[in-house]
């Protein structure tokens, strides 16, 4: 990895391989600017020039490591006189090596260790001063309290990250989010009732006087940003979940849902196959409503024409043990619409 660093750095040195070096993580950033600032320290000899480099640190941009080290080839232009003693090959190297040795740390850690668990709660302290999360603060605080090694916070930090306990620029944390009386109803509908789509939500999870269809979107998006809920698409409707459903139960729910729906997947289920011009008559529907649900459920693969006879309808036989569980598991809450 070295040897390719080093080839494509000598071959390309005015832009950076945005594979290697371009990072939005502002805590990998914010821990990058201060290596970048140790390794220079050690390498200049001269004070002022160091007193330079402290002051100039501290403003340079935050969006990349490329901002970086663009930066400080304009500084070393406007500074010329000054030479580092450190070439920026040898740096990019040193700061790559160091960010390398956090990702690739392999402790096992879960949200029951009691180190994370103070971290979350120093977490929480600061958000607890309405302060929004920011993980340069959380990793200065919890550094000085803990007293843990650098690259073993790192890796809780970013654990944390990773796991949605903790968001960049959120009030809120994975724990505090469902304090809103709103969005906690909210998801306990979604839990109790998965597959609803929002229309079904603004009537039923969010009450006429408690709020509006973009006060509704908002607390959607806070429980999609925790990975309390996902959301998919299943034809023109986008169905909200519990986090922890597969995507194709949630689907087979959603279709579930609709009244003539339901009565054609029972009849087949029922019945193994049945002639497509017979099952509207069975059900006791319009034959109009009905063809538009086959035609759905065939788009779906919930159903297949029968290899045998073209207007024999059946369930997906890849699908009927499934679908036969989920009918027996939810029939008691599924709600048609």
């Known amino acids: 990895m070295l040897n390719y660093l080093r080839d494509d750095l000598k071959t390309n040195s005015n832009t950076l391989d945005p594979r290697l070096f371009v990072s939005q993580d502002k805590l990998y950033l914010y821990l990058l600017r201060n290596n970048l600032y140790r390794i220079l320290n050690r390498s200049i000899k001269d004070t002022i020039f160091k007193k330079l480099i402290k002051l100039e640190i501290l403003k340079a941009p935050k969006g990349t490591i490329t901002d970086l080290l663009r930066f400080f080839n304009e500084l070393e232009e406007e500074l010329y ?3 580092y003693q450190v070439s920026h090959l040898d740096l990019l190297i040193q700061l790559f090596i160091s960010n390398m040795k956090t990702q690739i740390l392999t402790k096992a850690i879960g949200l029951e260790h009691q180190t994370v668990k103070r971290v979350i709660e ?4 600061i958000l607890s001063k309405n302060k929004v999360m920011n993980v340069e603060i959380l990793y200065k605080v919890a550094k000085k309290r803990l007293k843990i090694p650098r690259n073993g916070l790192l890796f809780i930090i970013q654990f944390l990250i990773n796991k949605k306990i903790l968001i960049e620029g959120s009030k809120f944390s994975r724990e505090t989010v469902l304090s809103n009386y709103i969005r906690n109803r909210i998801y306990r509908y979604i839990t109790i009732n998965p597959g609803a789509h929002f229309s079904i939500l603004r009537k039923k999870a969010l009450l006429e006087e408690t709020g509006s269809s973009g006060q509704l979107v908002w607390h959607l998006e806070m429980l999609l940003k925790f ?20 995507e194709n139960v949630g689907k087979i729910l959603f279709i579930l849902r609709d009244r003539i729906n339901d009565k054609i997947i029972h009849l087949l289920i029922e019945n193994e196959t049945f002639i497509k011009s017979d099952i509207y008559k069975k059900i006791n529907e319009k034959r109009a409503d009905v063809y538009y649900r086959i035609n759905n459920l065939l788009e779906h693969g919930i159903i297949t024409l029968n290899q045998d006879l073209d207007k024999e309808m059946c369930i997906n036989h890849d699908l009927r043990e499934d679908i036969i ?3 027996d598991t939810t029939k008691s809450f599924i709600k048609k619409t």
Do not use: Q, S
């Open 325 to 327: 569980k989920i009918i």
């Open 122 to 125: 120093i977490a929480e302290e």
């Open 227 to 246: 990975n309390y809920i996902k959301k998919i698409k299943v034809g023109h409707y986008t169905v909200f979940l519990p986090y922890e459903l597969d």
């Open 81 to 83: 006189k000054f030479v």
